[in-house]
């Protein structure tokens, strides 16, 4: 880190940088801050506070700009928070909007070719090996006549029947119009995708889904 002590003949842009980031760390490493896990693999250290609403279910958070994106899954104390606002950037710092993730979204990667050997004529044979299922983290918005949804100007209206899943952008099979998912022993299908809080692939995606028929517990207790 470049030294500010002898203050003359210095770039004043690069004097505040200097000195925005010094406070900056000093505060990420204060009793206030928080000891996090990033996208699953990258420890950081970011501020939380509690939002204006009462549920305790949405904070602000600030950090460093490489840490604090939309889309990005912040895990503290086996939660996981989603990013869901576009960050407020000062070249310091960044800070966002982040929902508690209740519970988790199933996506069916694609399936893939496997080399399983060789015929008589020594051409390659594959077999389909099914793509895996992953849980990914997600907020839910479901059963209300008019949802308040982070970073859009204009409430969503849900029916009854509906829910409204937000997860971090992701392209797979599954996530189609009329392809089906289970959350909370009910089924689901995909009647709208919307990735416009994205960009360049990078962001949240909300999907919404209408309820099938009747719930799971409620058909196994007719079997």
Known sequence: ???????????TGDKV??????LLNKSLDGHSSYEVVINY???AKILMSQKWDADGEAMKVI????????GNLIEYNNEYWL??????????????EVRLCSTTFPVKLEDKEVLT????????????????????PCVVKMNDASTAIADANEPVNLLANQVMVIIPYTEAPSI?????????????????????????KVGILRITGE???RNKSSEEDYE
């Open 1 to 11: 880190m470049k030294d500010y002590s002898n203050y003359h003949n210095i770039n």
């Open 17 to 22: 940088d200097h000195d925005g980031l010094l």
């Open 41 to 43: 693999e990258k420890p």
């Open 63 to 70: 950090g460093h700009i490489v840490d604090i994106e939309r």
């Open 83 to 96: 990013v869901v606002t576009k960050p407020e950037d000062n070249r310091i710092y960044r800070k966002a």
């Open 117 to 136: 050997g060789y015929d008589k004529l020594g051409r390659p044979v594959y077999e389909v090996e099914e793509g895996e299922i992953v849980h990914k």
């Open 176 to 200: 189609e119009l009329n392809e089906q998912f289970d959350l909370y022993n009910e089924t689901y299908r995909i009647i709208r995708i919307d990735p416009s809080s994205s960009i360049n």
């Open 211 to 213: 309820r099938e028929g």
